[in-house]
């Protein structure tokens, strides 16, 4: 079963930029991962997302144009890259590994999830 470590979270200001990354102990490469958040309080979201080639990325519109996901697959690490940073991305944050190679934007398409890491924005 995959494993998923993600790291890079921590405490920042408004505006700061901050990459997350999220290893895999299993072979991602055919896979699609994406990003999902959870804040106090509120439901799990989507964030992004990406296709097992990287053709193909989605994006949350909250976080459209300031957030990039990428991803190595010959380092078996995934990506996000987060700048202009707002108080409102405060959450942990949620690396995935989707059920086929193709991009979704839907939790249930995804398998096996890491235990977080939480991204705070003070304003």
């Known amino acids: 079963q995959a494993q998923l470590v993600e790291s890079g979270g921590g405490l920042v200001q408004a505006g700061d930029s901050l990459r997350l990354s999220c290893a895999a102990s299993?072979?991602?490469?055919?896979?699609?991962m994406g990003w999902f958040r959870q804040a106090p309080g509120k439901e799990r979201e989507f964030v992004a997302a990406?296709?097992?080639?990287?053709?193909?990325?989605y994006y949350a519109d909250s976080v459209k144009g300031r957030f990039s996901i990428s991803r190595d697959n010959t380092k078996k690490t995934l990506y996000l890259q987060m700048s202009a940073l707002k108080h409102e991305d405060t959450a942990v944050y949620y690396c995935?590994?989707?059920?086929?190679?193709?991009?979704?934007?839907?939790?249930?398409?995804?398998?096996?999830w890491g235990q977080g890491t939480l991204v705070t924005v003070s304003s």
């Open positions: 990406v296709s097992w080639s990287a053709v193909t990325t």
């Open positions: 299993g072979d991602m490469k055919m896979y699609s």
């Open positions: 995935a590994q989707g059920r086929w190679s193709l991009a979704s934007m839907n939790a249930t398409e995804f398998v096996h």
